[in-house]
């Protein structure tokens, strides 16, 4: 280390007077706890895509939700191989913004009202500036913010979902449907797998996780990223291992499926995906790797 004679000269005469100071205890900053962004904005070709970070939560026994046909030994070889605890699991909650230029639009609407509109805010945008909610299944952390004690969340929107997602809940007499969806039927436009929700923005069916689960690819401009929803859940239990059954896909085989189909297609074309249930910012790449596939965390790539 070089210190200029002057600079010397003034480090050495400001020591006696910082510790001459009084209170100098005072001045320590408060402790504040663990902090994470709520919403992170790239753009995509002519589009802005913002993800929201609407909820998190952790969970205990995390192998009694993915890798429920493997040995707790495999799980937590895998789990150690990755740097991840086997005790415990951090799930994210990611709603996504597009605003389209023309339209903003939001894919799915977290785990309540609050939860959503205080993620919409943190973005920089108000509920009712929302065109369009698309709802890619119709769990209740993806259909929970739609409806809050104010009614409506988003009062401007109309609704897309998928017809046979829609059908199956309307007949499972389900109270999450019954009080978040039922109350918008009658506004909702129901599509099937490649239909067009705007332009540059189409449903691609992969359904195991739901009965009419579906993924959104978004393009504009020959640039493309792939809403992948819940298709996988988890960024090593899920990638890397495909035919892990997970305790939330309703049709196990069927999901595997979808996962190796839409996940080898993103990797195939180098397209980069948003998982709602990924580690926030929740965007990322598809890499194959051994029998399955890697989780390649977003870095810089989109700011370019
Ligand atoms: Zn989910």
């Known amino acids: 280390m070089k210190l200029t004679r002057r600079a010397a000269l003034s480090l050495g005469a400001s020591l006696p007077l910082a510790a ?4 100098a ?3 320590k900053a408060e402790m504040k706890g663990m902090d994470i962004a709520k919403s992170r904005r790239v753009e995509l070709g002519e589009f802005e895509v913002t993800t929201l970070l609407a909820g998190t939560a952790t969970r205990d026994e995390p192998q009694s939700i993915f890798g429920m046909n493997v040995s707790p030994e495999e799980f937590a070889k895998v789990s150690e ?3 991840l605890p086997t005790d415990k699991v951090q799930f994210f909650f990611t709603p996504t913004l597009i605003n389209t230029g023309s339209e903003l639009i939001l894919f799915d609407t977290g785990l309540n ?3 959503i509109t205080a993620a919409v805010e943190a973005a920089g945008y108000t509920a009712d500036q929302v065109d369009k909610i698309v709802i890619t299944h119709m769990h209740g952390d993806h259909i929970g913010g ?5 009614g409506e969340t988003f009062k401007n929107a109309s609704y897309i979902a998928g017809s046979a997602e829609h059908n199956h809940w309307a007949k499972a007499d389900n109270d999450g449907f019954k009080a978040k969806v039922a109350p918008l039927s009658e506004k909702m436009s129901m599509i099937e797998d490649g239909a067009s929700v ?3 923005i189409t449903a691609v069916s992969a359904p195991g996780h739901t009965p009419g689960h579906m993924g959104y690819m978004i393009e504009s401009n020959g640039a493309q990223l792939m809403l992948i929803a819940d298709l996988a859940n988890h960024p090593v239990w899920s990638l890397a291992k495909p035919d892990w059954e997970v305790r ?3 049709d196990k085989a069927q999901a595997a499926a979808s996962r190796r189909k839409v996940l080898g297609m993103l990797a195939a074309d180098r397209v980069p995906m948003v ?3 990924m580690p926030f910012p929740a965007m990322g790449y598809v890499a194959t790797k051994d029998d399955g596939f890697e989780y390649v965390p977003m870095s810089y790539q989109m700011m370019l």
Do not use: I, V
């Open 81 to 83: 191989e990755a740097f």
């Open 25 to 27: 205890a005072a001045a």
């Open 275 to 277: 998982g709602y249930h």
């Open 20 to 23: 001459a100071l009084p209170h």
């Open 113 to 115: 009202a609050k939860g």
């Open 198 to 200: 705007a332009s540059g």
């Open 146 to 150: 739609l409806m809050g004690e104010g």
């Open 248 to 250: 939330f896909d309703m």
